[in-house]
């Protein structure tokens, strides 16, 4: 069983940057391979990122490439995002998630879900 805690969302101009961050409960976080995903109002929940368990491999959704980048600290338990160049078009709830596939882009792969943080960019 593996518990996420979103964080670092918030309010940004078009241009600027957000970090999230997530926290895994449980020692079994190195085992698995992490994922963000985000969702819009009246949107389907799409893939964004995602990282293999080393932290060696990293995927992206062809609209953040270049723009957003994943890491991740198993010895903090921790998964983040760094998001910069943030467009209106990023405004979503953002959810982290655990798989044991790694670099799956299909949310039904991803077994753990945080509650998600809100990130909203003005233009």
């Known amino acids: 069983q593996v518990q996420l805690v979103e964080s670092g969302g918030g309010l940004a101009q078009a241009g600027g940057s957000l970090r999230l961050s997530c926290v895994a409960s449980?020692?079994?976080?190195?085992?698995?391979?992490m994922g963000w995903f985000r969702q819009a109002p009246r949107k389907e929940r799409e893939f964004v990122a995602a990282?293999?368990?080393?932290?060696?491999?990293?995927y992206y959704a062809d609209s953040v490439k270049g723009r957003f980048t994943i890491s991740r600290d198993n010895a903090k338990n921790t998964v983040s995002l760094q998001m910069n160049s943030l467009k209106p078009e990023d405004t979503a709830v953002y959810y982290c998630?655990?798989?044991?596939?790694?670099?799956?882009?299909?949310?039904?792969?991803?077994?753990?879900w945080g509650q998600g943080t809100q990130v909203t960019v003005s233009s």
């Open positions: 998630a655990a798989t044991r596939n790694p670099g799956s882009t299909w949310r039904y792969d991803y077994n753990f």
């Open positions: 449980g020692r079994t976080f190195r085992n698995y391979a």
């Open positions: 990282i293999s368990w080393s932290g060696s491999s990293t």
